[in-house]
């Protein structure tokens, strides 16, 4: 347009434009729009005409935006082409002074942006991932261990190395350093002997954990949307290693890219560290009691699969009891009894090996739906806790180190000035002061997006809190099952042991 623009559009750009962009946020405009008085029908007018992208208005949108209200409130149609004959200023808008403008922007949508409206059902519907092993043998020995990972949401398997998880978790944790990423569970076992079944227990326990691991990281509200996890999840390419490095060296981590970084402090509550400091401990008492809680549950498991084992071994031993064909001595009462007792005790081997069956079978349910689920909440919880130390040793002592430094520099600086020193150097220690005075700056700005996230985190914990109640159904359902199968089968036995009873009763008869 030929007109000039007006001083007041620059105070106004100034009073409602974000603190880190030269953008204007979509929601500030509109509440700077109910203060023009005008008509609904003018207002949707107006904002047919101003152009947003990505629920942002350039500078330049806003004063269009601004001129369109002004000849609104003139009485004249709020169009692009009656400012086109603007050959002087362009009108001026009534919106009041812009120092009072300013609190447009102060309102943020509180919540909204640090209030995460998640559900369990609904981390728990983003994915579910199987992860599946495939042995590659050479020779006799298990040379590498392939995983067959298959992801519900994208319907799509691939085929991941241990060393491919690592690499994952690597940058992963790179993107996301103020978010809770659960651990990887060693690659090795650790230094000793080893047996076979315990290498293949080994395995089976990494399997398991790798599972829950990308389980969690796939159902995380910031995670699952990444391109990162996309990749890990879909590339069926040969280099995964490379294409996740670089994926995230296009994106750099969450700091950068996060709209509300830079703003985080904004959004946080004034007693956001006694927020926190109770949360962390009331966290770590739930996390003290999950653990003794997966304690007993694995040693209920443990105490079935022996329970099977025993049951298999007395099944055995009546067996080979009734398998002694040796004839017993003809001055024992019972001589003709135990030759007919033998034949039954060999038979019931059989009903005790289908009970040590649906004891072992138990054992597994309570492994598989019992534990498991005790351990995907247990690593999350763990995750939590790496997250608070990372926040407290990282980003706060990185801040204390660099205030330190700051202070020494500036005692120099002042005794430069004080003894006559060559200007170079002073000159040369005024600009590392300035850049120290910089990264001091991003670095409370991480600080304070630090906490933003681990405010976040901490509501993501308890919204995984309700798992608490899929647990014991799972473990009452396991035993209520468990308990029913085997007590059928012993019920079958019972006639069977009768049996043995009425032929001694019958032979005393006959005497």
């Given at each position: 347009?030929?007109?000039?623009?007006?001083?007041?559009?620059?105070?106004?750009?100034?009073?409602?434009?974000?603190?880190?962009?030269?953008?204007?946020?979509?929601?500030?405009?509109?509440?700077?729009?109910?203060?023009?008085?005008?008509?609904?029908?003018?207002?949707?007018?107006?904002?047919?005409?101003?152009?947003?992208?990505?629920?942002?208005?350039?500078?330049?949108?806003?004063?269009?935006?601004?001129?369109?209200?002004?000849?609104?409130?003139?009485?004249?149609?709020?169009?692009?082409?009656?400012?086109?004959?603007?050959?002087?200023?362009?009108?001026?808008?009534?919106?009041?002074?812009?120092?009072?403008?300013?609190?447009?922007?102060?309102?943020?949508?509180?919540?909204?942006?640090?209030?995460?409206?998640?559900?369990?059902?609904?981390?728990?519907?983003?994915?579910?991932?199987?992860?599946?092993?495939?042995?590659?043998?050479?020779?006799?020995?298990?040379?590498?261990?392939?995983?067959?990972?298959?992801?519900?949401?994208?319907?799509?398997?691939?085929?991941?190395?241990?060393?491919?998880?690592?690499?994952?978790?690597?940058?992963?944790?790179?993107?996301?350093?103020?978010?809770?990423?659960?651990?990887?569970?060693?690659?090795?076992?650790?230094?000793?002997?080893?047996?076979?079944?315990?290498?293949?227990?080994?395995?089976?326990?990494?399997?398991?954990?790798?599972?829950?691991?990308?389980?969690?990281?796939?159902?995380?509200?910031?995670?699952?949307?990444?391109?990162?996890?996309?990749?890990?999840?879909?590339?069926?390419?040969?280099?995964?290693?490379?294409?996740?490095?670089?994926?995230?060296?296009?994106?750099?981590?969450?700091?950068?890219?996060?709209?509300?970084?830079?703003?985080?402090?904004?959004?946080?509550?004034?007693?956001?560290?006694?927020?926190?400091?109770?949360?962390?401990?009331?966290?770590?008492?739930?996390?003290?009691?999950?653990?003794?809680?997966?304690?007993?549950?694995?040693?209920?498991?443990?105490?079935?699969?022996?329970?099977?084992?025993?049951?298999?071994?007395?099944?055995?031993?009546?067996?080979?009891?009734?398998?002694?064909?040796?004839?017993?001595?003809?001055?024992?009462?019972?001589?003709?009894?135990?030759?007919?007792?033998?034949?039954?005790?060999?038979?019931?081997?059989?009903?005790?090996?289908?009970?040590?069956?649906?004891?072992a079978q138990q054992?597994?349910?309570?492994?598989?739906?019992?534990?498991?689920?005790?351990?995907?909440?247990?690593?999350?919880?763990?995750?939590?806790?790496?997250?608070?130390?990372?926040?407290?040793?990282?980003?706060?002592?990185?801040?204390?180190?660099?205030?330190?430094?700051?202070?020494?520099?500036?005692?120099?600086?002042?005794?430069?000035?004080?003894?006559?020193?060559?200007?170079?150097?002073?000159?040369?220690?005024?600009?590392?002061?300035?850049?120290?005075?910089?990264?001091?700056?991003?670095?409370?700005?991480?600080?304070?997006?630090?906490?933003?996230?681990?405010?976040?985190?901490?509501?993501?914990?308890?919204?995984?809190?309700?798992?608490?109640?899929?647990?014991?159904?799972?473990f009452v359902n396991?035993?209520?099952?468990?308990?029913?199968?085997?007590?059928?089968?012993?019920?079958?036995?019972?006639?069977k042991l009768g049996?043995?009873?009425?032929?001694?009763?019958?032979?005393?008869?006959?005497?």
């Amino acid at each position: 347009y030929n007109g000039s623009v007006p001083a007041y559009y620059r105070e106004v750009y100034e009073a409602i434009r974000c603190r880190t962009d030269e953008r204007v946020q979509v929601e500030v405009f509109q509440r700077l729009l109910q203060r023009a008085n005008l008509s609904k029908a003018a207002l949707g007018k107006i904002a047919e005409h101003v152009e947003s992208t990505d629920g942002f208005l350039t500078k330049l949108s806003l004063y269009k935006a601004l001129a369109l209200i002004a000849l609104a409130q003139q009485g004249k149609q709020p169009s692009p082409k009656l400012l086109e004959n603007c050959i002087q200023e362009l009108p001026k808008p009534q919106l009041g002074e812009p120092s009072d403008l300013s609190t447009l922007r102060m309102q943020p949508a509180q919540e909204d942006v640090l209030t995460l409206s998640e559900t369990l059902d609904r981390l728990l519907a983003r994915d579910t991932v199987q992860v599946e092993l495939i042995p590659e043998k050479k020779g006799l020995f298990l040379k590498h261990v392939e995983y067959q990972v298959t992801s519900q949401h994208y319907k799509i398997s691939v085929y991941r190395r241990y060393s491919d998880f690592d690499v994952f978790h690597e940058v992963l944790l790179q993107r996301y350093a103020y978010r809770m990423v659960p651990a990887l569970p060693p690659k090795r076992m650790l230094k000793g002997v080893l047996t076979s079944v315990s290498e293949r227990e080994f395995i089976e326990g990494r399997r398991r954990a790798l599972a829950r691991f990308i389980n969690l990281v796939a159902r995380h509200p910031f995670f699952s949307q990444d391109e990162l996890v996309k990749t890990f999840l879909t590339f069926s390419g040969s280099d995964v290693q490379t294409k996740l490095r670089d994926t995230y060296k296009k994106t750099g981590d969450e700091f950068m890219t996060n709209r509300t970084a830079t703003l985080a402090k904004e959004y946080l509550p004034t007693d956001i560290q006694a927020q926190f400091s109770s949360s962390r401990e009331l966290i770590r008492n739930i996390h003290n009691s999950f653990h003794k809680l997966r304690d007993r549950a694995e040693k209920m498991a443990e105490r079935s699969k022996e329970n099977a084992t025993d049951l298999l071994m007395f099944g055995r031993e009546l067996s080979s009891l009734g398998s002694d064909a040796s004839s017993i001595p003809s001055f024992a009462s019972s001589q003709s009894t135990w030759g007919a007792m033998r034949q039954s005790l060999k038979s019931l081997s059989v009903e005790f090996a289908v009970l040590s069956d649906k004891a072992a079978q138990q054992g597994r349910r309570e492994e598989d739906d019992v534990v498991e689920k005790l351990n995907v909440f247990l690593d999350l919880l763990q995750s939590y806790r790496d997250l608070c130390e990372r926040h407290e040793k990282g980003v706060l002592h990185e801040h204390q180190r660099a205030l330190h430094k700051y202070g020494v520099m500036k005692r120099q600086m002042m005794s430069a000035t004080v003894q006559p020193k060559e200007q170079a150097s002073v000159e040369q220690l005024e600009s590392r002061i300035v850049q120290q005075e910089n990264a001091i700056q991003t670095m409370e700005l991480r600080n304070y997006f630090s906490l933003f996230c681990l405010h976040q985190e901490t509501q993501l914990i308890f919204t995984y809190l309700p798992i608490t109640s899929h647990i014991l159904g799972a473990f009452v359902n396991s035993q209520v099952q468990g308990h029913r199968e085997m007590g059928e089968v012993w019920n079958e036995l019972q006639p069977k042991l009768g049996c043995l009873f009425i032929k001694k009763r019958r032979q005393k008869h006959c005497d």
